[in-house]
């Protein structure tokens, strides 16, 4: 993602919560009011990639956004040849208007972006001294998802903790890591890319408060996932969801600190830090170089886009 929730995807409508792990919603967003909740970044890209941010204006002018009923498309340009002197492909990089801190976010995600050279995320972000959540991120097509969570110093998280997700990293200090942070490996294939395209995708879900900060997944056809997930109401109570797929607690790092009010960012960019980087774009087995790949391929991007079903925000 990107839904990196750059974990960078948030509103501040504060309502009390009934019990520690029951949450009321305060946002129901689908449609137009999805789009509605957040504002258009034509931003220069933060991790380098060969993207161009365009407004929304510009996205809707380019066919880049589209409503149906509910859901709503974000998606890159698949038909320009780019010059290797001229901007990046046209993309979307969108920041909600409204901020979080203790809060659940479910995102019903019906189909994320893929591609070689693609990096697309979810995120809460108010990066770095507040810290970020990366909620969905990948590139070029290799699952699975890879949630991380991004601070300034002092902060580890224990080799041990209560989770499905296999930890690839302790040291969320960006200035320690190259800013990799810590991060989870999602413990299944369908969580990314194609292969999450392929089920119908499913539901990311986060719940964040002063103690801990979980991440969840359910694939669309699973029989676990929550009822008050799949047929959202006006609470969840996430005492009922069981293991998280990621656990980020506050056993050596202090999450009120290290972690400020977060904006939700969906973006979807190209090569870049990551994606672009030569050992990690030839190990995908994608083909030629990243950059003239974008560049001389556009119809390659014809299935890089996310469809979401629907956002649900509870405070």
Request: charged fraction near 10%; hydrophobic fraction near 35%.
């Amino acid at each position: 993602m990107v839904i990196r929730l750059v974990t960078s995807v948030v509103i501040a409508i504060f309502a009390s919560t009934v019990s520690a792990d029951t949450y009321s919603l305060s946002s129901k967003l689908v449609g137009q009011g999805f789009l509605n909740a957040f504002s258009w970044q034509a931003i220069t890209d933060p991790t380098h990639g060969r993207v161009n941010y365009v407004t929304q204006a510009t996205a809707q002018a380019g066919g880049l956004v589209s409503v149906s009923g509910n859901q709503v498309t974000l998606r890159a340009d698949s038909t320009t040849v780019l010059s290797s002197s001229g901007p990046g492909r046209n993309s979307f990089r969108i920041q909600s208007n409204a901020q979080y801190t203790t809060h659940v976010a479910v995102f019903d995600i019906a189909h994320m972006p893929q591609g070689c050279g693609t990096w697309p995320a979810v995120f809460g972000e108010n990066w770095p001294n507040q810290g970020e959540v990366d909620i969905v991120e990948g590139v070029n097509n290799q699952s699975p998802n890879l949630s991380s969570l991004h601070t300034n110093a002092n902060c580890t998280m224990p080799a041990s903790r209560s989770m499905t997700g296999t930890s690839v990293g302790m040291n969320c200090d960006v200035y320690e890591t190259n800013n990799s942070g810590c991060g989870v490996d999602i413990n299944d294939n369908n969580s990314f890319g194609p292969p999450f395209n392929g089920i119908g995708g499913g539901w990311y879900a986060i719940e964040r408060t002063s103690s801990f900060v979980k991440i969840f997944f359910w694939e669309r056809g699973s029989s676990s996932v929550p009822t008050d997930v799949r047929y959202p109401t006006s609470f969840v109570i996430t005492d009922g969801w069981g293991t998280p797929a990621v656990y980020f607690p506050n056993t050596n790092c202090d999450l009120s600190t290290h972690l400020g009010s977060h904006n939700i960012i969906i973006n979807l960019t190209f090569c870049g830090d990551w994606a672009g980087n030569s050992a990690v774009y030839s190990a995908s087995g994608c083909p030629s170089d990243c950059i003239d790949y974008v560049d001389q391929n556009p119809g390659a991007f014809s299935d890089a886009y996310f469809t979401f079903n629907s956002l649900n925000i509870y405070e």
